[in-house]
T-cell receptor, first 111, second 115 residues
């Protein structure tokens, strides 16, 4: 019973930006938005997280709407190695039991 | 980032045997670790929360006598699948959070195949 909705799959051309949307319309004020990805047969990899401000790190940017009901993960220059399942998770701070994975978005980066 | 390891990476066993999977936090101490299970083409499902020095907390529907969890130190949690059966075949993944952060870091996973 994940609290997020993501498209099941997306394609992106190599070198272009990949924009992965996530809806979390029931997000609470104390819940963060986390993004992980899972490359085939590996454990999930942490990408980025945020509360209400946009965030950027060496892997990606996270854009959260002002009402916080949706967000977008941006991979600025997708490579073939970015092909993975991307999970958007909402989770309250220091509430470790609530890391719930939905179905995620399967991103395929094509040459 | 923080590193979490698992051992073994894959294991094949006969039905009825028990299998132990180790999860270690390599560069930080973790009072809490988490165990997930993932079936093919499915998402991760939280099985239990492993607490150092106390009993694990299991999610609804997960048999605690079937999946024994021991968190004996601040860097090691073990999951033992007892009397394994083919339906226990799955990808088992652990995670942990470094102190003063709330980000979970995941191990590489252990693929269990029960014949």
């Amino acid at each position: 019973d994940a609290k997020t909705t993501q498209p099941p799959s997306m394609d992106c051309a190599e070198g272009r930006a990949a924009n992965l949307p996530c809806n979390h319309s029931t997000i609470s004020g104390n819940e963060y938005v986390y993004w992980y990805r899972q490359i085939h047969s590996q454990g999930p990899q942490y990408i980025i997280h945020g509360l209400k401000n946009n965030e950027t790190n060496e892997m990606a940017s996270l854009i959260i709407t002002e009402d916080r009901k949706s967000s977008t993960l941006i991979l600025p220059h997708a490579t073939l190695r970015d092909t993975a399942v991307y999970y958007c998770i909402v989770r309250a701070l220091y509430n470790n039991n609530d890391m719930r994975f939905g179905a995620g978005t399967r991103l395929t980066v094509k040459p | 980032g923080a590193v979490v390891s698992q051992h073994p990476s894959r294991v094949i066993c006969k039905s009825g045997t028990s299998v132990k999977i180790e999860c270690r936090s390599l560069d930080f101490q973790a009072t809490t670790m988490f165990w997930y299970r993932q079936f093919p083409k499915k998402s991760l499902m939280l099985m239990a929360t492993s607490n150092e020095g106390s009993k694990a907390t299991y999610e609804q529907g997960v048999e605690k006598d079937k999946f024994l969890i021991n968190h004996a130190s601040l860097t090691l949690s073990t999951l033992t699948v007892t009397s394994a059966h083919p339906e226990d075949s799955s990808f088992y993944i652990c995670s942990a959070s470094p102190p003063r952060t709330d980000t979970q870091y995941f191990g590489p996973g252990t693929r269990l195949t029960v014949l």
